[in-house]
């Protein structure tokens, strides 16, 4: 049986605060989602908007936050936070919070190393290429290995550097670690220190419009991919994010795909072997599932907020 965990949105009306936390919560907790994703970002990416208000991004943690205090298991997330940006000691501490609060099992520190020019340059900063930006990431992992298994660590690196830090206070349970990436120097890191990671596209598949890499990815991409982070031999879970799920009868799905391609303005093609995309009836959408499930590895699937509800009553219970 595959988890399904949901992405929330970042901004507008679906981004959940207080009754409508509760409200989701419970709703998620109602179709059997196993918890729930948010990314982080200072705004939504994209090209400028006329209205750069309407682009602001929810905080990630907030939100996770307010849905966990509102449900009694669902898991939560960040996909992924940014560490580029400041000592990550802060945003570590306030994941071991979490876990004190609600239990290490239910919460996930997903990090990052930042992809978004436009967000540094906000911010006054450069952009590190991307080689500093993975040893910085490194470093982070590190240190929050050392300071969820231990609880105070010692380490000095080119970009974090620790004294006698302790982690206070610190859970009994952790919080798992969580990395994303698809490059194989990421995955790399994933497999020395992280508990799970979210298995992005390969960067052979290489893109001006970040929105188009997963529809250029298949499935052998990513068996590859997860066998890498697997080889440090470091028991780790493996999870993909969902760009698109669309339900529909079989004579419309090659009209669906190629309208998926024709919105980020690719070429028109099939989609059966994209692991990012589920296209169908819910018994085609389970086959799909259980073939990405058995080929790659995936112990969870992120389903988009607006398609969990098909998902868990039709597809869900096909899996068993």
Not at 60 to 73: D, E, I, Q, Y
Not at 96 to 123: I, Q, T
Not at 163 to 177: C, E, F, H, N, T
Request: one cysteine or more.
């Amino acid at each position: 049986m595959i988890d399904a965990w949901v992405s929330l949105p970042w901004a507008g009306p679906g981004a959940y605060f207080g009754a409508d936390a509760a409200a989701t919560a419970r709703r998620l907790e109602s179709l059997g989602a196993a918890g729930v994703v948010q990314g982080d970002h200072l705004f939504i990416p994209g090209p400028p908007a006329d209205d750069p208000v309407s682009r602001m991004a929810a905080d990630c943690l907030t939100v996770l936050t307010t849905v966990a205090a509102h449900s009694r298991r669902l898991g939560i997330a960040t996909l992924v936070a940014n560490v580029g940006f400041h000592h990550p000691l802060p945003l570590l501490r306030k994941f071991a919070n979490l876990a004190l609060v609600h239990g290490g099992d239910r919460v996930y520190a997903g990090l990052g190393a930042g992809w978004s020019r436009r967000e540094f340059e906000a911010l006054g900063m450069t952009m590190p290429p991307h080689a500093e930006r993975l040893e910085r990431l490194e470093e982070t992992a590190r240190l929050a290995r050392a300071l969820f298994d231990r609880g105070w660590t010692s380490q000095e690196g080119g970009h974090v550097t620790a004294v006698d830090l302790p982690l206070a206070p610190a859970p009994r349970d952790p919080p798992r670690l969580l990395l994303g990436g698809g490059s194989p120097a990421l995955l790399e890191i994933a497999g020395r220190y992280a508990d799970h990671v979210d298995l992005a596209p390969p960067p052979r598949h290489r893109s001006a419009n970040q929105l188009q890499r997963p529809l250029l990815t298949t499935i052998d991409d990513l068996v590859e991919t997860a066998r890498t982070a697997r080889a440090a031999g470091r028991p780790l879970t493996t999870s993909v994010l969902l760009t698109a799920v669309v339900f529909c009868d079989a004579r419309s799905v090659r009209a669906e795909e190629e309208a998926i391609c024709a919105r980020l303005g690719l070429p028109c093609r099939p989609l059966d072997d994209c692991p990012y995309v589920l296209v169908g009836e819910p018994a085609r959408i389970a086959e799909q599932v259980r073939e990405r499930q058995e080929r790659i590895g995936l112990e969870w699937m992120i389903v988009p907020d607006s398609a969990i509800e098909r998902f868990s009553s039709d597809v869900l219970t096909l899996l068993g």
